[in-house]
């Protein structure tokens, strides 16, 4: 017999959410944060490269696991 607590997964599936949500708001803390540095231009393009990289595989993810109130996948 499979017993499913419910009220687990919610509760679970919030937590996930939550978490990738604090993801997305620390990137964007970043990103206006880095807008207020002087940069040498190598070192900024780098960074620039990096960002996307992080906001594309939040953004992947978050699409994989989610669509804002449901998660797909634990």
């Known amino acids: 017999m499979i017993n499913i607590e419910i009220n687990a997964l919610e509760s679970e599936k ?17 990103k206006r944060e880095a807008e207020r540095v002087e940069w040498a231009d190598s070192k900024y393009d780098e960074f620039v490269d990096s960002m996307n990289l992080i906001g594309s595989t939040l953004s ?15």
């Open 60 to 74: 992947t993810l978050l699409q994989t696991i989610t669509n804002g109130s449901d998660v797909y996948v634990i």
């Open 14 to 30: 919030q937590t996930v959410i939550m978490f990738y949500k604090k993801q997305v708001e620390v990137f964007r803390a970043i």
